[in-house]
Each structure stands twice: as structure tokens, then as C-alpha cells.
């Protein structure tokens, strides 16, 4: 399977613990990005890398979050203190960053669910 | 980002096409209309794109009047496999913040 990948896909801690999520793009893309998602609403734009680079990262919920991408490959997303709050799915997405015209379909992986005990 | 408006839930039955009506009214002149979907469990996934008049492709079809402040999604034929929550998005063509808002779920019935 060359999908996106995300591990773990399920994650139960307690409130302060720190949580890091891993997600494996699609080989060949440039672009990778974060979301998160509580029931019954769409996904939230977290944040975006293209290649090792962080673009954006305004969406980022608190200081608490961060993500990297140190070698414009994988990209993990840390969450320090958790609250319950926190509790979600966080999906992550990659893209083919390219010039032109042609649409560069973001393809996301299957997400990792959060539960903050 | 141009905010966009859907309904909240349709049902449909198999068989039937099911049209979703997406509406944005501050679309921009550079902005594009693209569709996701959405199983349970499961990452969104690309449907469709369009920027004007209509587009389709071998899953659905996008039809977008002249003024594109509101756009169509048309299924044809659905199945209890098209159960999913659609979204509709507007932004430039590779804008990278995507704001997905509540979307649509849609219930096939048998």
C-alpha cells in the first residue's frame, strides 16, 4: 500500500501526558499536512510542510502543539500537556507540490484518534 | 477563505441521483470549487474540481452556473456505498489551508 500512512491509529492517554503522532506521506509528495477533527465537524487545518520547510503555522491550536518534518520525508505532531479538550482524530494529508496548473490533490491518511482520559 | 453553505443531511434511496447544492457566495475570481468525501473512519477523499460551467469525471458531476456563487454536486445512480459526509471547499486551485466546514451527510437507503 503507497498511501498515507499515520501511527498510531489509536491513542489513549491522560491529561498531561505527552503524545507525539507519526504519518508517512506518499513518497514522491512535497507538501504534508496536519488536521484535526472532532465528531460532527470537518477537518481543521493545523498546519503545512513543503519538504522540511514549515509554511504554516498559524492554525496551530496552542503552544502546546508542534509538528516537524526534518527531513522532508515522515512528520510528527506533538501534543505536550494534553487536556481533554485535545480529544480528536488527527488526520494527516500529502500532496505533489507542483507549478503549474494541474490540481495537486491533497491524499489523506486514516488518522490517528486521540482520547485524553 | 470564501465561507461556503450546505445542507446538513440528505437521504436518498439506491438507484436515484442525488444533487447537493453548495453555496458561496464570496467566491473570488481565482477560486475553484472542489468536493470531498468522507467515510466513517476514514480520511476525506477527492471527488471533483471544477471552475465554471460543468465538469464530470467517471464518479460524479459539478455544475457550476454562470454567477459560481453556488455549485452542484450531482451523483448519479447512488448506492448504500455512497453513505459519506461531501464536502465542499472554495480556494485557489492549490491553496494549502483548507477549510472543510460541517459538509453534507448523506443517507442512502436501500
Known amino acids: 500500500d503507497t498511501g498515507v500512512s499515520q501511527n498510531p491509529r489509536h491513542k489513549i492517554t491522560k491529561r498531561g501526558q505527552n503524545v507525539t503522532f507519526r504519518c508517512d506521506p506518499i513518497?514522491?509528495?512535497?507538501?504534508l499536512y496536519w488536521y484535526r477533527q472532532t465528531l460532527g465537524q470537518g477537518p481543521e487545518f493545523l498546519t503545512y510542510?513543503?519538504?522540511?520547510?514549515?509554511?504554516?503555522k498559524s492554525r496551530l491550536l496552542s503552544d502546546r502543539f508542534s509538528a516537524e518534518r526534518p527531513k522532508g520525508s515522515f512528520s510528527t505532531l506533538e501534543i505536550q500537556r494534553t487536556e481533554q479538550g485535545d480529544s480528536a482524530m488527527y488526520l494527516c494529508?500529502?500532496?505533489?507540490?507542483?507549478?503549474?496548473?494541474?490540481?495537486?490533490?491533497?491524499?489523506f491518511g486514516p488518522g490517528t484518534r486521540l482520547t485524553v482520559l | 477563505l470564501a465561507k461556503t453553505t450546505q445542507p446538513i443531511s440528505m437521504d436518498s434511496y439506491e438507484g436515484q441521483e442525488v444533487n447537493i447544492t453548495c453555496s458561496h457566495n464570496?467566491?473570488?475570481?481565482?477560486?475553484?470549487i472542489t468536493w470531498y468525501q468522507q467515510f466513517p473512519s476514514q480520511g476525506p477523499r477527492f471527488i471533483i474540481q471544477?471552475?465554471?460551467t460543468k465538469v464530470t469525471n467517471e464518479v460524479a458531476s459539478l455544475f457550476i452556473p454562470a454567477d459560481r456563487k453556488s455549485s452542484t454536486l450531482s451523483l448519479p445512480r447512488v448506492s448504500l456505498s455512497d453513505t459519506a459526509v461531501y464536502y465542499c471547499?472554495?480556494?485557489?486551485?492549490?491553496?494549502?489551508?483548507?477549510?472543510f466546514g460541517s459538509g453534507t451527510k448523506l443517507n442512502v437507503k436501500p
Open positions: 464570496n467566491i473570488a475570481t481565482n477560486d475553484y
Open positions: 471544477g471552475y465554471k
Open positions: 510542510f513543503q519538504n522540511e520547510a514549515q509554511l504554516e
Open positions: 513518497s514522491e509528495h512535497n507538501r
Open positions: 471547499l472554495v480556494g485557489a486551485r492549490n491553496f494549502n489551508k483548507f477549510y
Open positions: 494529508a500529502s500532496s505533489l507540490g507542483t507549478s503549474g496548473g494541474a490540481y495537486n490533490e491533497q491524499f
